[in-house]
């Protein structure tokens, strides 16, 4: 699986931004979908994600700001970003989380994305 994300830049406090995430490869694979992001001097950090039959969790950080969203057709993930803040500044990276199963066992990996900059201006 790979995932490419875009759609960061620079935006002002209180406005909004769109970040996408695309997967290719293995992607019927894919159970569960997630965005993170790295602030500087800071651990990355889960945003949210959201699963293969559309539940999605957030972090109590950007509840009611940010929605996260799937369009399955294209591979793509959303992440929606409204009233951002300082806070919301970092580094945004785009995880999958497969499942891959046998007749003996069953494995999970992990994949990440190579990140997008998000820098909230003030």
């Known amino acids: 699986v790979q995932l490419v994300e875009s759609g960061g830049g620079l935006v002002q406090v209180g406005g909004s931004l769109r970040l996408a995430c695309e997967a290719s490869g293995v992607v019927s694979d894919i159970y569960r979908l997630g965005w993170y992001r790295q602030a500087l001097v800071r651990q990355r950090e889960l945003v949210g994600s959201?699963?293969?039959?559309?539940?999605?969790n957030y972090v109590d950080s950007v509840k009611g700001r940010f929605t996260i969203s799937r369009d399955y057709a294209k591979n793509m993930m959303y992440l929606q970003m409204d009233k951002v803040n300082p806070e919301d500044t970092a580094v945004y990276y785009c995880k999958a989380n497969v499942l891959v199963t046998t007749i003996e066992s069953s494995t999970e990996f992990e994949y990440w994305g190579q990140g997008t900059q998000v820098t909230v201006s003030s």
């Open positions: 959201i699963t293969s039959s559309g539940v999605t």
